[in-house]
Structure formats: C-alpha cells, structure tokens
C-alpha cells in the first residue's frame, strides 16, 4: 500500500531534549515536505526536499532541521524544542513539487513542556 | 505573493442540505494548480481534487463538484445533500508553476460540521 509513515504519532516532551520525528514513503516520491499546523494559521511549510541531499527552508524553519540521505526517509529534528513548537506535524511526499498532489502522512502531535 | 482565502472559517449545516465552501486565490503566474484537502476529525489529510490553470471545466464527483472560474480567481466547492461523514475541515491550496519556485500555500481551512 502506498503510503507515508511518521513516528511517532504522539509525544510530549520537555525543553531543549533533543527529539527526531521520523517520516518514510514508500512511493519513490522525489519531493517530501514537513509541514505544522496551528490552530487560525493552516498549514504552514518548514522545510522541503527536492532529492536526495538536497533541502531548503520552507515558510518556518526555525528551530527544525532536516536530513534526506535516503530518497525514502525524511526525519525532521528538533535540536531544543521550545514550548512555541507545540504542534500538529505533517510530513508529505510527491512525485514532483508543485504540480502533483501531496500524499500526508498521519500526522505527529508534538507537546514541549 | 501567491494567497489562498478561505473566508469562511467555520460553516454549520443540518445533513441533506447543500454547503458551498469558497477559495479565492492570487497569484501572478499564468500557470498555476489549485488543490483541495480533507481533514476529517480523525486528523489525516485527504487530497480531493486538483485543476491546473488551462482547465476550467468544472468537475462533479458523486456529491462533490468544483467551480473554477479565473475571472473571479476561485475555486470553489460544493457537498450536495452534506452528510454527517463530511464534517472535517477542508483546505484549499495553490501551487505556481511558475519562477522555479512551485510553493505550495494552503488557506487557513474552513471547518465543515454537519448536523443529523
């Protein structure tokens, strides 16, 4: 079945500990995005990937950073979470960006204590 | 800037009744693709529908149509006889095509209750 798998699905943790939200897609996808949503704001992009070692900065970027050694995985890190990125995280992959739809994975409820 | 609006934050209908929720999109390009999404209470996002810029044909699928018109910049959409499975906040979104920067903006959603 294809589809995009984070983890985990829930966390809460304190600030400045370290944490890793990993996202997979299992479609060959070459563009993956992570996304937050907040309540009144929408969606709002952090970071996207266009291939392989290739990432840029979103709308938000801030306190996140990314990785994309594999075409399939797409881990979003969060060196020193602060309260203010309590949020609902989405990662997103597609076959190309912009033109084609974006496949969600289930998404990631993060609360910073 | 490329924008989505979606007025409309939060629509109320009783089930069978018909709900149009509108998008109105600015963008400078020529070449554009406009997105809707589903995001049921469950929370997952659920891709619906996309329209590039040259197609203006409206598209009706079961219940679900879609109105794109360029002139009014929108794109809306329209649940006939709503059922209760339809409550979920639903989003509307642009991409440029354009410029080598083929961002995605989503509208800040319209949540969509529908009552038995």
């Known amino acids: 079945e294809a589809q995009v798998t984070q983890n985990p699905r829930y966390l809460i943790t304190v600030t400045g500990k370290k944490l890793t939200v990993t996202c997979s897609q299992n479609m060959n996808h070459e563009y993956m995005s992570w996304y937050r949503q907040d309540p009144g704001l929408g969606l709002r992009q952090i970071y996207y990937?266009?291939?392989?070692?290739?990432?840029d900065k979103g709308d938000v970027p801030e306190g996140y950073k990314v990785s994309r050694k594999e075409k399939r995985n797409f881990p979003l890190i969060l060196e020193s979470p602060s309260p203010n990125q309590t949020s609902l995280y989405f990662c997103?992959?597609?076959?190309?960006?912009?033109?084609?739809?974006?496949?969600f994975g289930n998404g990631t409820r993060l609360t910073v204590t | 800037a490329q924008k989505v609006t979606q007025a409309q934050t939060e629509i109320s209908v009783v089930e069978k009744e018909d709900v149009t929720l509108d998008c109105v999109y600015e963008t400078r390009d020529t070449t554009y693709y406009l997105f809707w999404y589903k995001q049921p209470p469950s929370g997952e996002l659920v891709f619906l529908i996309r329209?590039?810029?040259?197609?203006?044909q409206n598209e009706i699928s079961g219940r679900y149509s879609w109105n794109f018109q360029k002139s009014t910049s929108s794109f809306n959409f329209t649940i006939t006889a709503s059922q209760v499975v339809d409550s979920a906040v639903y989003f509307c979104a642009l991409s440029e095509a354009e410029g080598g920067s083929e961002k995605l903006v989503f509208g800040k959603g319209t949540k969509l209750t529908v009552n038995p």
């Open positions: 997103a992959s597609s076959f190309d960006r912009g033109a084609s739809p974006l496949h």
């Open positions: 990937s266009m291939n392989v070692e290739v990432t």
């Open positions: 329209r590039n810029s040259f197609d203006e």
